[in-house]
Nanobody, 115 residues
Framework: QVQLVESGGGLVQAGESLRLSCAAS????????MGWYRQPPGKQRELVAG???????TYADSVKGRFTISRDNAKKTVYLQMNGLKPEDTAVYYCNAKVGPSDSWGQGTQVTVSS
């Protein structure tokens, strides 16, 4: 099982930026498919962005052009740069790692955007 620790959440005003980080354990990080998900209050968890070991990315339509996912395989860390934050981005953000049959989640970090 991969251990994931998120950091970087907080309270910001609309239009501001945050960068989330997710540090992973294990020696096979470069093979992990890493994703950022979020769960707004009262709603289901949804994929925000994902990145393969080789750096190919995918984004939810709602964040395209504002959020950027990246990874540093040497540091075993994945990042989510969030610019132009909106109140509707308010959610608990979770880091996810997939490799083979393994599917691991972090504990989540709260992002709150005030209008």
């Amino acid at each position: 099982q991969v251990q994931l620790v998120e950091s970087g959440g907080g309270l910001v005003q609309a239009g501001e930026s945050l960068r989330l980080s997710c540090a992973a354990s294990g020696t096979m990080f470069r093979f992990f498919y890493m994703g950022w998900y979020r769960q707004p209050p009262g709603k289901q968890r949804e994929l925000v962005a994902g990145i393969t070991g080789g750096g190919s990315t995918t984004y939810a339509d709602s964040v395209k052009g504002r959020f950027t996912i990246s990874r540093d395989n040497a540091k075993k860390t994945v990042y989510l740069q969030m610019n132009g934050l909106k109140p509707e981005d308010t959610a608990v953000y979770y880091c996810n790692a997939k490799v083979g049959p393994s599917d691991s989640w972090g504990q989540g970090t709260q992002v709150t955007v005030s209008s």
